[in-house]
Nanobody
Framework: LQLVESGGGLVQPGGSLRLSCVVSGFTLDAYSIGWFRQVPGKAREGVSC????????NDADSVRGRFTISRDNAKNTVHLQMNSLRPEDTGVYFC?????????????????WGEGTQVTVSS
């Protein structure tokens, strides 16, 4: 069981990044997937989630309208498209596998995590 994030980097405010989470060792379409972020000294924050079989998505208020989560089950990949980035979006972004099928932004509802990818928004 493995989740591997990529696509992070340094971007100016107002810019865009597309994160990818490639999974292996399980059937992607049987599980919900979430994206979380963390900055030093703070708890991990749920950003976006997608239910299995594209039954629904949810976004944190802080990113709604700017971030879009999507999944490509054939490629075992979940993407997070991040637009109109702000300095407060800076952090390490993790993807995680849900313990069930339905979307959640709560860390307790996820049981397997990737190592994370750094996103820095700065001029």
């Amino acid at each position: 069981l493995q989740l591997v994030e990529s696509g992070g980097g340094l971007v100016q405010p107002g810019g865009s990044l597309r994160l990818s989470c490639v999974v292996s060792g399980f059937t992607l379409d049987a599980y919900s997937i979430g994206w979380f972020r963390q900055v030093p000294g703070k708890a991990r924050e749920g950003v976006s989630c997608i239910s299995s079989n594209d039954e629904g998505t949810n976004d944190a208020d802080s990113v709604r309208g700017r971030f879009t989560i999507s999944r490509d089950n054939a490629k075992n990949t979940v993407h997070l498209q991040m637009n109109s980035l702000r300095p407060e979006d800076t952090g390490v972004y993790f993807c995680a596998r849900g313990v069930g099928r339905y979307c959640s932004l709560l860390e307790v509802d996820f049981g397997a995590w990737g190592e994370g990818t750094q996103v820095t928004v700065s001029s």
